[in-house]
Nanobody, 116 residues
Framework: QVQLVESGGGLVQPGGSLRLSCAASGFGFSSYTMSWYRQAPGKERELVAIITSPGGSTNYADSVKGRFTISRDNFKNTVYLQMNSLKSEDTAVYYC?????????WGQGTQVTVSS
């Protein structure tokens, strides 16, 4: 059974940091491109960061470049999103995605709220 389980969300003050994790199981994690998306209330889901495999090339939305870092551990079947210098506009539900050819898997999401 395919599972993507996000964790690490919560409430943080502007300027703070959070580290999201996404634990994968039930498929060949190391062969999949992994991404983080987010969806704020009333807005479309948007791509935040992506990391390929093999090679580990990364790419980021312009709005998070220089503040967020995506990484993966193929031994732990986990992808991470380190979020620094958080802003109120980063408030959203963050989703983990795994994709390879026609296989496209999603996690249930984790809420990130940036507020003082």
């Amino acid at each position: 059974q395919v599972q993507l389980v996000e964790s690490g969300g919560g409430l943080v003050q502007p300027g703070g940091s959070l580290r999201l994790s996404c634990a994968a199981s039930g498929f060949g994690f190391s062969s999949y491109t992994m991404s983080w998306y987010r969806q704020a209330p009333g807005k479309e889901r948007e791509l935040v960061a992506i990391i390929t495999s093999p090679g580990g090339s990364t790419n980021y939305a312009d709005s998070v470049k220089g503040r967020f870092t995506i990484s993966r551990d193929n031994f732990k079947n986990t992808v991470y999103l380190q979020m620094n210098s958080l802003k109120s506009e980063d408030t959203a539900v963050y989703y983990c995605n795994a994709i390879r050819f026609r296989n496209d898997y999603w996690g249930q999401g984790t809420q990130v709220t940036v507020s003082s």
